[in-house]
């Protein structure tokens, strides 16, 4: 049984690998619109918001960019799922050995 698990999950670990090489751009972040006068909800504008080394950044976004700019964050949060699956497979498929050589061990 352990063996079969073994192979289904390097074969996921396959596919997570060629899905990852073919993403587009990404950035992390979320995208708000934010107001000027927010009692008024005049003047609106957009803001990206994100943390990177340890650090809170954020950057005003032009309207036409908008819809790329979710297009990237959704990539992002894409490549961040498939590659925290990666990293359960990995330490399910190293513990799936350790028990494969412990039973080898003990026979």
């Known amino acids: 049984m352990?063996?079969?698990?073994?192979q289904q999950i390097e074969n996921r670990i396959i596919r997570i690998k060629d899905l990852l090489?073919?993403?587009g751009p990404m950035r992390p972040?979320?995208?708000t619109q934010q107001y000027k006068h927010p009692k008024e909800?005049?003047?609106s504008y957009w803001q990206l918001?994100?943390?990177r080394g340890m650090r809170g950044r954020s950057q005003y976004v032009r309207p036409e960019?908008?819809?790329e700019i979710r297009k990237q964050?959704?990539?992002?949060k894409k490549f961040k799922s498939l590659i925290d699956e990666w990293v359960d497979l990995g330490i399910e498929v190293s513990k799936l050995r350790m028990q494969l050589d412990k039973k080898?061990?003990?026979e």
């Open 73 to 76: 964050i959704k990539t992002y």
């Open 65 to 67: 960019w908008v819809a």
């Open 2 to 6: 352990n063996k079969n698990r073994i």
């Open 104 to 106: 080898k061990s003990a």
């Open 49 to 51: 918001s994100y943390t």
């Open 21 to 23: 090489t073919k993403m």
């Open 29 to 31: 972040g979320s995208l």
């Open 41 to 43: 909800k005049k003047g």
